[in-house]
């Protein structure tokens, strides 16, 4: 066969053409390249398919957004199956609303987007002295989360629409005093009981082991007595950190940046105005729009005559729906927020002067400064710390992407050692000893990266004493590590362990013991309810454990209340066993008004959410979601 392949090797290749090219034409390659890339469907919702890739994106993302947020966050709850779950779920709930906003028709207004873009503290810190955005950080700020500037104001206009779906449903949820009242009350009562215990501990010294008892538990629980797999290692690490030791900043350039800087650190002047618009359309008729601007005199000889009037003078001729109601108020705002003649004219005028008529797209308007707030700008002298790190961190973000290619070549290249790497880009070669194939609790830093350790602990890493690739534990942090001792996980012989097989095995019947006690007792006092020998009640409720263990609270608060008095056991495991007896209901205490509002607020906001997790059920249902793999 293989013979007739090399011989005939051209008509092989005609052959392997005519089938491979007719799926070409009918999938594209594209599609070849989409399914070899995406993977398999995850998800469906109305229809439309969640890739692999969707999700392992979706996880990434969510990844780098938690570790941005809390940088010494445990790396190990981030990849847990139950965490990319919930990272899917999530997925499959913003396709649904956004499926169900679209259904719906519900979009978000340009003026409502700029609003929200202007209300972003990350963009507004981007305006100059001047008003103006700088649109080069701008791009690189939306750029640092892989969009362009168009992608991200869609965005964000996607989710002031897909908002609207389920604000909705939770903006409108109500609930009365005489709803919440009961509900609270049930959850918050308290029982009085009556509580025996049979601590395990109590019982230790009865019990009685040997040495075949012991050899025999060992025997039977080989995992319980396991040494885990341990190596010593070393390690190199390229972060930001490491790169702005070496950083220094030019005087020169730091005195620019205090230029450029100063006022996004200091914050820019914010102005209070309120208005009285006098509609007009920009293309209307010149007589229509002196007409308007007549109008709008008349006004501002009437604001200028009664200053204090303004606000209702506002209610009663503004032709501004939105603020007209609140006596024209616009509420704080900074330069670039407004139209600009609009604007111009109340950056210059003085609190409580009033001004107009002042001529827009939109008409005229008469304007009044109620207030305004004037930053104190700070010094060279105060900031130059804070600019000087800002400085070294970006001179060491470029630097950065212009070693990685080196660190990860240089361990590549030389993977029988660190130290060419480590000489080359003037780094640290770091040790550690007992590192095992799981993030140990406190280990330092990088040690605790689940894909680090993955790589430190592969067959090739092992076997041979090689340089992991270049591994990326966190944004802007590569490291490389190499095994240079290891010690494979083993059974710990039993007479290093006697000590503790014995523990195990007294703990295991003394719990046994305790529990058999307090069967026995409890059979008793049920028979012979009048020769109880019980302690003083306490009372117990979900706020108050009266120092009892959480599993006898639970206990006592699922006692059936028509059966009271009523005693039943709870087994507390490890800890032994508890006989109870639930003598009756307490109810709460009426709280004080105060206290009796917030509870209703409180209770209203479970409410909204119970309404709005069921109003996504039903979308759930409408769109036929179905989730494709199973639930860790």
Request: charged share 30%; no cysteine; hydrophobic share 40%.
């Amino acid at each position: 066969m293989f013979d007739f392949v090399r011989k005939h090797n051209k008509i092989m290749q005609f052959l392997l053409f005519l089938l491979i090219f007719p799926s070409f034409v009918l999938v594209g390659i594209n599609g070849y390249d989409r399914l070899r890339e995406k993977g398999d469907a995850v998800a469906k919702v109305d229809g439309h398919e969640i890739l692999q890739g969707d999700w392992d994106e979706a996880h990434r993302r969510e990844v780098d957004r938690l570790r941005q947020q809390m940088p010494n966050i445990d790396m190990k709850l981030l990849d847990s199956p139950a965490a990319k779950y919930g990272t899917l779920e999530r997925l499959v709930r913003d396709r649904v609303i956004a499926a169900e906003a679209a259904k719906s028709k519900l979009t978000a207004s340009d003026q409502r987007l700029a609003r929200e873009l202007q209300q972003n503290q990350m963009i507004a810190s981007l305006r100059g002295p001047d008003g103006k955005l700088d649109m080069a950080r701008y791009r690189q700020l939306v750029g640092a989360q892989g969009m362009s500037p168009e992608a991200f104001e869609e965005s964000v206009r996607t989710e002031l629409s897909t908002r609207q779906v389920l604000g909705g449903v939770a903006a409108t949820s109500l609930a009365t005093a005489a709803q919440a009242a009961p509900s609270i009350g049930a959850f918050l009562e308290k029982r009085e009981v009556q509580v025996v215990r049979f601590p395990s501990s109590d019982f230790a010294a009865r019990v009685t082991v040997t040495d075949a008892d012991l050899e025999s538990f060992y025997k039977a629980n080989p995992s319980m007595f396991q040494a885990p797999e341990q190596a010593s290692v070393e390690y190199l690490v390229l972060d930001i950190e490491s790169i702005k030791k070496g950083v220094t900043v030019n005087e020169q350039d730091l005195k620019t940046y205090y230029e450029q800087n100063v006022a996004r650190i200091t914050g820019q002047e914010e102005r209070r105005a309120s208005h009285i618009l006098v509609a007009v359309p920009k293309d209307a008729p010149a007589a229509d729009r002196e007409k308007a601007k007549a109008q709008a005199q008349e006004l501002l000889a009437a604001a200028r005559k009664n200053p204090d009037g303004f606000a209702e003078l506002a209610k009663k001729n503004s032709q501004d729906t939105a603020s007209a109601p609140n006596g024209g108020d616009l509420e704080f705002f900074t330069r670039g927020a407004m139209t600009k003649p609009f604007e111009d004219t109340v950056f210059a005028m003085k609190k409580g002067e009033i001004a107009g008529p002042v001529e827009t797209e939109f008409g005229y308007h008469i304007v009044k400064l109620t207030d305004l707030k004037v930053p104190k700008q700070r010094s060279y002298e105060e900031l130059k710390p804070e600019f000087e790190a800002e400085l070294k961190k970006q001179q060491a973000q470029r630097k950065y992407a212009e070693m990685a290619d080196t660190f990860s070549n240089a361990v590549y290249e030389q993977s029988d050692s660190l130290k060419p790497a480590a000489d080359k880009l003037k780094l640290e070669v770091k040790t550690a000893a007992g590192v095992q194939r799981e993030p140990a609790r406190g280990a330092p830093g990088v040690l605790s990266s689940p894909k680090l350790l993955s790589a430190l602990f592969a067959p090739d890493s092992l076997e041979k004493k090689r340089n992991t690739e270049a591994v990326e534990v966190a944004p802007n942090t590569l490291v490389s590590g190499r095994i240079t001792q290891y010690t494979p996980s083993r059974t710990i012989p039993f007479d290093e362990v006697k000590d503790q097989v014995r523990q195990r095995v007294v703990a295991a019947r003394a719990a046994e013991l305790a529990k058999k006690e307090g069967t026995d007792k409890l059979a008793a006092w049920k028979a012979n309810p009048a020769g109880a020998s019980l302690p003083a009640a306490v009372t117990v409720s979900r706020q108050e454990a009266a120092q009892q263990p959480a599993e006898v609270v639970d206990a006592a608060l699922r006692a059936d209340p028509a059966a009271l008095p009523a005693l039943s056991g709870v087994d507390l495991g490890a800890q032994g066993y508890a006989v109870i007896k639930v003598n009756k209901i307490i109810p709460r205490e009426a709280p004080a008004a105060e206290a009796a509002r917030q509870e209703r607020d409180q209770y209203e906001q479970w409410w909204a959410q119970a309404e709005t997790i069921a109003y996504y059920n039903l979308l759930k249902e409408r769109f036929k979601v179905q989730i494709l793999v199973p639930k860790p």
